[in-house]
Structures are given as structure tokens and as C-alpha cells.
């Protein structure tokens, strides 16, 4: 639901909420790293609890993966009218969000329906999730092509494949220009790819200069 910041303390915030004319509690552990809530600012909320008792029974999140689902549902009417499921959202919570979608009826342009005429529709969700980032990524059957789908902004083209030879590494080749592109949030990505993927190996992230190193060893 919406709501306008009332009032904020040093371990929360009193949302106005514009549904019910009621007060929302916004708790400090359920804020995103790096958005800062402010005086009056108008914001979307999942409600995360209502207690029984105490002055503010309604708890508010924005931190919770459903809040980015049902955030979705609402920019996306296929995603609600089942047409097209999220598989999954490989998420840090105000980094960036990586969000699995597969249509479940013939579609000519998946990403194209969820992403909307001009970018409207995924361009709502990108601004009230700001900072953090949304990709939207096609489901793959292959566990292969779904890890590379899942490492944009490269192309596929920029991407290879290669096993290590004492099989306990999965070895993505990037361009060294984009290397740090890839490496970016410090791993943690990574482990919620293996995770999603359920790889028995670790990614390691090489250059072609690094691959072409290995082999004169």
C-alpha cells in the first residue's frame, strides 16, 4: 500500500498510510541499504505484520522479497493473470534484484510484455526499488545458458564456458574491460547464482589473458 513518511526517529519511521488513514511502523532493520526515507516522501509498502497490541500494530517492510513480487504483479497484470511467472528473484536487497521470468503461454517477446511500451512498466518498478537495480532475465532450460543469461550487461557473444580441469570450478571467460562489471557486489551474486543454479562447483570469473597465463603453466 502507499504511504507519506510522517515522522522519522533514529530506529524508525511513522508512515501515514493512505488507504486506511491509519499509521504504519517502519522499522530501521527493514530499511534498504543506501535509501535514506524522508519528510513527506510518498512510498509503496508490503504490510508485514499487524499485532494485536501496542501504538503502532501495523509493521511495514520493504526489505522482504514479496514486496518486490507483488510490486511486480501490480506493474505487470500477466504476472498476476498467471501468464507469466517469476521463477525466481536473486536478490541483495538495495543492490540489485535479478528476477527470473517465464511465460507460461506463447509470447513472442517475454521481456518485451513485462518491460512495457516505452519502458513504462519496469520503469515504475526501477523507480520506486532505487538505488537498487532490476534485470529482468528469460528463463533457460540449461543450466548454462541460464548463467549466462543471469551475468548481463554482457552479451552472450562476450561469454564462454569452460570446466576446470579438476572439475570443482565452472570457469566464465569475459572480456578484461568487463571483468569488474562482473565482479561486482563482492561474490555475493555469485553464491545466489550457484545456489538458484544448485551448481555442485563454484563460477570463477577468468580473461582470456588469465586463461591463456593457466595454460603456459
Same mark, same amino acid.
Given at each position: 500500500?502507499?504511504?507519506?513518511?510522517?515522522?522519522? +526517529?533514529?530506529?524508525?519511521?511513522?508512515?501515514?498510510?493512505?488507504?486506511?488513514?491509519?499509521?504504519?511502523?517502519? &522499522?530501521?532493520?527493514?530499511?534498504?541499504?543506501?535509501?535514506?526515507?524522508?519528510?513527506?516522501? /510518498?512510498?509503496?509498502?508490503?504490510?508485514?505484520?499487524?499485532?494485536?497490541?501496542?501504538?503502532?500494530? @501495523?509493521?511495514?517492510?520493504?526489505?522482504?522479497?514479496?514486496?518486490?513480487?507483488?510490486?511486480? &504483479?501490480?506493474?505487470?497484470?500477466?504476472?498476476?493473470?498467471?501468464?507469466?511467472?517469476?521463477?525466481?528473484?536473486?536478490?541483495?536487497?538495495?543492490?540489485?534484484?535479478?528476477?527470473?521470468?517465464?511465460?507460461?503461454?506463447?509470447?513472442?517477446?517475454?521481456?518485451?510484455?513485462?518491460?512495457?511500451?516505452?519502458?513504462?512498466?519496469?520503469? #515504475?518498478?526501477?523507480?520506486?526499488?532505487?538505488?537498487?537495480?532490476?534485470?529482468?532475465?528469460?528463463?533457460?532450460? /540449461?543450466?548454462?545458458?541460464?548463467?549466462?543469461?543471469?551475468?548481463?550487461?554482457? /552479451?552472450?557473444?562476450? @561469454?564462454?564456458?569452460?570446466?576446470?580441469? +579438476?572439475?570443482? +570450478?565452472? @570457469?566464465?571467460?569475459?572480456?578484461?574491460?568487463?571483468? /569488474?562489471?562482473?565482479?561486482?557486489?563482492?561474490?555475493?551474486?555469485?553464491?545466489?547464482?550457484? #545456489?538458484?543454479? +544448485?551448481?555442485?562447483?563454484?563460477?570463477?570469473?577468468?580473461?582470456?589473458?588469465?586463461?591463456?597465463?593457466?595454460?603456459?603453466?
Amino acid at each position: 500500500m502507499e504511504g507519506i513518511i510522517q515522522e522519522i +526517529n533514529p530506529q524508525y519511521c511513522l508512515v501515514g498510510l493512505l488507504d486506511h488513514k491509519k499509521i504504519g511502523y517502519w &522499522e530501521k532493520s527493514e530499511w534498504l541499504p543506501d535509501d535514506t526515507p524522508q519528510l513527506g516522501q /510518498s512510498r509503496r509498502f508490503l504490510v508485514k505484520e499487524v499485532k494485536k497490541a501496542g501504538p503502532w500494530p @501495523i509493521i511495514l517492510t520493504r526489505r522482504e522479497e514479496k514486496f518486490l513480487r507483488q510490486l511486480l &504483479e501490480i506493474e505487470i497484470p500477466e504476472i498476476a493473470q498467471k501468464k507469466i511467472t517469476i521463477q525466481a528473484i536473486l536478490r541483495l536487497p538495495g543492490k540489485i534484484s535479478k528476477v527470473v521470468v517465464r511465460s507460461l503461454e506463447p509470447l513472442p517477446n517475454l521481456l518485451g510484455v513485462c518491460i512495457g511500451k516505452e519502458g513504462k512498466r519496469i520503469q #515504475n518498478v526501477v523507480q520506486e526499488m532505487s538505488p537498487e537495480k532490476i534485470e529482468l532475465v528469460e528463463w533457460q532450460e /540449461s543450466k548454462d545458458k541460464m548463467l549466462i543469461k543471469l551475468l548481463v550487461p554482457l /552479451s552472450e557473444k562476450e @561469454i564462454s564456458i569452460l570446466q576446470s580441469p +579438476n572439475h570443482k +570450478n565452472k @570457469i566464465v571467460v569475459v572480456p578484461t574491460q568487463k571483468k /569488474s562489471l562482473v565482479l561486482a557486489y563482492e561474490g555475493k551474486l555469485f553464491r545466489l547464482i550457484e #545456489n538458484y543454479l +544448485n551448481l555442485p562447483v563454484r563460477i570463477q570469473i577468468r580473461t582470456p589473458e588469465e586463461i591463456n597465463q593457466i595454460g603456459k603453466r
